[in-house]
């Protein structure tokens, strides 16, 4: 059996993305929370149509809306984080 993936950020496969239907998922958001996909680098952008299709090909609800997206929305550089601390706050400890 060859291995299908769907969403590369986080290596699911369309046997997985099958499985989570049988297992009663039928909208999207519980299949991102069954199998992972959308969760990784690109949140969703390449994978969230497609799995959106295969879903309605199989009998789940058509997706309207797109999956709930987890903060950072955006990757975030670690040094963009480091700038939020001030050199007045390291006093405070």
Do not use: N, W, Y
């Amino acid at each position: 059996m060859s291995k299908i993936i769907v969403c590369r950020c986080e290596d699911v496969t369309l046997h997985e993305i099958d499985e989570a239907i049988e297992a009663g998922h039928k909208d999207l958001e519980s299949v991102k929370r069954f199998t992972g996909f959308g969760t990784g680098f690109c949140q969703g952008k390449q994978c969230v149509a497609l799995c959106a299709r295969l879903l309605a090909e199989r009998g789940g609800e058509v997706a309207t809306m797109p999956i709930t997206p987890r903060p950072p929305f955006h990757p975030v550089a670690i040094h963009a984080l480091a700038q939020l601390v001030r050199d007045d706050d390291e006093d405070a400890t």
